[in-house]
């Protein structure tokens, strides 16, 4: 069974910093992406951060660029995202995302989520 664990979500004030873990387990295919999702109340869920796994090539949303970092974590199939001049409008569930492809086809999971809260 396909298990994604996020980490380090909480409550932080504007101008503050988190970081984020996401752990994947349990699946036979080939990683072929890790990202970041987002989701403010009553909004829909928006990429927030891709990180390719062979190429370590990197993408980010226009509103999180020069603040956000995604990067591999030293376990297998983990993935960071470090969060910093956090600003009320990044206040989110955040999901973690893995896609990956076996015999041609492709798959995809999600973590369950983990709330960010900017606020003073």
């Not at 020069?66 to 989110?92: C, H, W, Y």
């Not at 999901?95 to 492809?101: A, K, L, M, P, V």
Request: with cysteine.
């Amino acid at each position: 069974q396909v298990q994604l664990v996020e980490s380090g979500g909480g409550l932080v004030q504007p101008g503050g910093s988190l970081r984020l873990s996401c752990a994947a387990s349990g699946f036979m295919f080939s990683t072929y992406a890790m990202s970041w999702y987002r989701q403010a109340l009553g909004k829909e869920r928006e990429l927030v951060s891709a990180i390719t796994w062979a190429t370590g090539r990197t993408n980010y949303a226009d509103s999180v660029k020069g603040r956000f970092t995604i990067s591999r974590g030293d376990e297998k199939n983990t993935v960071n995202l470090q969060m910093n001049s956090l600003k009320p409008e990044d206040t989110a569930v955040y999901y973690c995302r893995i896609d990956g492809r076996l015999r041609g086809l492709d798959y995809n999971h999600w973590g369950q989520g983990t709330q960010v809260t900017v606020s003073s």
